[in-house]
Each structure stands twice: as C-alpha cells, then as structure tokens.
C-alpha cells in the first residue's frame, strides 16, 4: 500500500435485511468499534450472533463462559453467543506438561530483559499448538452457526480481534515506560523490538489480529459456499489502524500514533483482505481513526488526534448539530478555558517539527523518540488538565462520535465494497455523522 486508499463518499447501499445474521467476531465491550456496526445490523433487522474469547480457570486453562457470565454477554451483545472459547494467540500455550511462553518470560526482569534469549524452536512448537486449538475452535463455531444461517440469506462477519499482550510483570513494566514514559522513564520502542520478548509479542500480535481473520475467512467457507449457491451473499469486514487524515493546517493530512507496535499485525491483516479479495471474497478491513476504547487506554497521546474532529463537523456543513457538539465539548473544560484554545494547542503540537517527522506513510510505523514522547505525553497531560474531570473528557465524546459515525460507514460500504483496504478519514466521519443529525 503506497497512499491510503480513502473512503471519500457516503455510501448508501444496503442489502442486509431481517433474516440475515451478523456475527461478531469478537466480544462487545462498552466503548468498543464494534457498537458502531452491531447498532446498523439491528436496525436492519438482523439477526445478531456472537463468540467469546473465553475465560482463564485458576490453572489458566481456557474455558467457556458459565451461565451467568452467558446471560450477561448475550444480554449486552442482544444475539446469541457460541460458548466455545476463541481466545487468540498462543502465550499461554504449549505441549502438554511444558512451559508456556508466558512461564518463559516470567523469570525475565526490568535488568535481564534486554539480553534474555528465548528458544525460537521451542516457541514454534507453541506457536503450533495455540494455532491447532484456535482452528479446531473455529471448526466448533462454524459447525454451530452453520445451522444458525438460513439458506439463501446473507451474512456478515465483523473481526474485532487485537491484542496479545502476554501477562508478565516485566512487560507491564515496559509497557508503561514504552507508552507513557518521558524524562528519565523514557524507553525507545526499537529496544523492545529488539529485544526476544518483543519479536515474541510482535508473532503474538500476528496471531491475534491478523491472523485470525483468515482462519474465520478459511473456517467459514464452507457456510460461504452453501449461501452463494442458494443465492445469498457473505461479507467480511475487520478493523485496521493505519494512521488517519485530519485537519491539520486547515487541510486533511495523514497522521499516525506513533510507536504502534501492532503496526506490522494491522498490514498483515491488509494482506489477509487483500489474497482473499484477489480470490472473489469481498473482505475489507477499514483503516478507522483513533479513539478511546479498552483496548487503546494504555496508548498515552493517541487521543490527540482526535480534537480537530470537531474542526471538521464544521467544515462538512455542519450546522447546528455540529455546534451543539463544540458546546458539549466547551461545557467539560475548566472555567476561563476555552476550546478554541484547547484546539489552539492542538494545532501547534500537529503543526511542530517533532511530530511532523512522523507524517511518513511509507515508513510507518515508525519508532517512537524521546522528543516525541516529552511533547506528546506532556500535551495529552496539559489538556487532560484542562478538563473540570478527568473521566469526563472531550475525547471520550468525540470517540463515542466516530464509533457512531463508522456504523453506517462500514455496514453500507459492505453491501459493495470498493476493495480490501479502505481508510475512514476524519472528514467522511463528519459528513456522516452532519448527514444523520441534519434532520
Ligand atoms: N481504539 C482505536 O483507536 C482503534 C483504531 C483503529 C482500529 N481499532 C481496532 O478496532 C478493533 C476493536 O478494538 P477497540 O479499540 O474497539 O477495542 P475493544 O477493546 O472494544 O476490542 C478489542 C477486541 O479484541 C478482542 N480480543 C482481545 N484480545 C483477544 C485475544 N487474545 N483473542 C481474541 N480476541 C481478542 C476482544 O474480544 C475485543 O473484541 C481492533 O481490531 C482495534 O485494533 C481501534
């Protein structure tokens, strides 16, 4: 991928319908993406199916959920759940009676990690067995939903998968030095890339976000094959990060968190969209904006970008809607402080020859420094404190705004995808979100 490929137009076809079935590749977490694509497949009327990743029992050993936990996700996703665990990634994994990778990494320490070898032989083998059982899995899942689908009606299928973190004190350590640390806490991200621990977190990543969307495309395909050929259709839809265009300079321009350390997963998962298109299946995984979820908390700075959203609702004729959203925003800031302001601070950190380096597509992801980490770490704090309550902020009403604004996007673009790999932009976010409030 050279440039992205942008989704520039709201799209408007739709052939889901009741009696169709989404399935959830995924659980459903509060502030997750995911709520943007179930809340169009209710309206749509469809039949919402979905998984779980399981539970860890006090061996660690996976199993499903129980009844209580059952009731609880089915009630939350509103559809169904297949309880068989589909937890991803292999760090707890193993032949039987052998160490896993976590039991592995847990003699590393803050000291060792760096010169701490593992033995990638062995790790292959582990590699095998997480990949055996996820697949077998999968094969479980599929042969349930198989009678769950009826013929003739079509189906979607939405990965949500990332992760893979493996549970060890030293990485915890690492984590909040690579992510949040400046000054003296400081740690560069090529050092953990370097490192045996960071090549096993980057297969683990591969694993789990990327990897697993094949196997749901190679595990499904034989419930493809039954409703093509009674006349229905199969789509499949995940979620990438690849960087976003937003308002920087009073023009949209491609930006990027940085260090991503998923980044290799996310194009791998790219590619996994792109063989399957290449063959005839319509997979597309969408390039979305950074938000606040769960899963993106630990990142310090990658909310930043979100602010000039609200320079964009104005931009793509928003009217007074998009200024009710600047007035929710104001309301959440300080006394005496102002949004301009805010937005002020934002575009000189956009606009400053430290993060401009970053604004390089081709080299993406590109390692974190300690320039960026003081200047981005230190806005995100000077802004957080700009707020009357730091768990009531702008970015989580902005984030909650994408997650609903990439629901229709996704949902109607994959009635006809325009290909494999497509990037929501601040700018389409905003003319959808403008064009569903207009009334
Ligand atoms: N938050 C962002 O800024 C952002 C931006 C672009 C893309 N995305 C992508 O959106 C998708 C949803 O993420 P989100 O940010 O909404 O957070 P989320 O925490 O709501 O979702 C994370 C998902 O990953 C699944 N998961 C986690 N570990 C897993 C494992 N080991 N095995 C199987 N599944 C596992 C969870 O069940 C959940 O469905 C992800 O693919 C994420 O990379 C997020």
């Known amino acids: 991928m050279n440039s992205p490929v942008s989704l520039r137009d709201i799209p408007q076809s739709n052939i889901f319908r009741k009696g169709d079935v989404f399935v959830l590749f995924g659980e459903l977490f509060g502030r997750g993406y995911a709520n943007g694509l179930i809340n169009e ?37 509103g559809g169904r759940i297949i309880n068989v665990p589909l937890m991803a990634g292999f760090d707890l994994d193993a ?3 052998e160490p896993t990778p976590t039991d592995l990494l847990a003699d590393m320490t803050l000291k060792s990690w760096q010169d701490d070898r593992l033995d990638w032989q062995y790790i292959e083998k582990c590699r095998e067995v997480g990949v055996a059982r996820f697949k077998s899995s999968v094969a479980r899942v599929m042969a349930e939903l198989d009678g769950m689908i009826p013929d003739g009606s079509n189906a979607f299928f939405a990965h949500t998968m990332a992760g893979g973190i493996p549970k060890v004190k030293v990485f915890l350590a690492i984590a909040n030095r690579i992510y ?8 560069s991200s090529r050092a953990l890339l370097d490192s045996d621990l960071g090549k096993l977190i980057l297969m683990n990543f591969d694993e789990v976000t990327a990897n697993t969307f094949q196997y749901l495309i190679d595990g499904s395909a034989h419930i493809r094959a039954r409703l093509e050929k009674s006349g229905g259709q199969v789509r499949y839809t995940a979620y990438g990060y690849h960087g976003t265009e937003i308002l920087i300079d009073g023009k949209y321009q491609w930006q990027t968190y940085s260090n991503y ?13 792109e063989a399957a298109w290449a063959t005839g299946i319509k997979a597309t995984v969408y390039n979305c904006p950074e938000i606040r979820t769960n899963s993106s908390d630990i990142f310090a700075g990658v909310e930043l970008s979100l602010f000039p959203l609200l320079k964009a609702l104005r931009q793509e004729n928003g009217g007074a809607w998009a200024e009710a959203q600047w007035q929710t925003c104001r309301s959440l800031l300080q ?5 301009e302001a805010l ?16 604004r390089n597509f081709a080299a993406w992801p590109m390692d974190n420094s300690e320039a960026l980490a003081d200047l981005m770490i230190g806005t995100s704090d000077e802004i957080i404190q700009m707020h009357k309550d730091r768990k ?14 990439t629901g229709p996007l996704m949902f109607h673009e994959t009635s ?9 932009n601040h700018d389409i976010i905003a003319k959808q979100l403008n064009l569903m409030h207009s009334s």
Do not use: C
């Open 41 to 77: 497949a209710k309206k749509a009327g469809m039949t919402i199916i979905g998984i779980t990743v399981g539970r860890r029992d006090e061996n660690n050993a996976l199993r499903p959920l129980n009844d209580e936990e059952l009731a609880v996700a089915e009630s939350n996703l």
């Open 95 to 97: 032949p039987a009676g």
């Open 180 to 187: 949040k640390g400046r000054g003296e806490r400081f740690m």
């Open 261 to 273: 350390t998923q980044g290799r997963a996310k194009m791998r998962l790219e590619n996994v969209a």
């Open 335 to 339: 006394e005496g402080i102002t949004l």
């Open 343 to 358: 937005l002020q601070k934002i575009e000189a950190y956009n606009t400053s020859s430290v993060m401009s380096v970053f």
């Open 392 to 405: 009531e902020l702008v970015v989580g009403h902005l984030s909650a705004l994408v997650l609903e604004g």
């Open 416 to 424: 006809s995808p325009a290909g494999p790999v497509l990037w929501l």
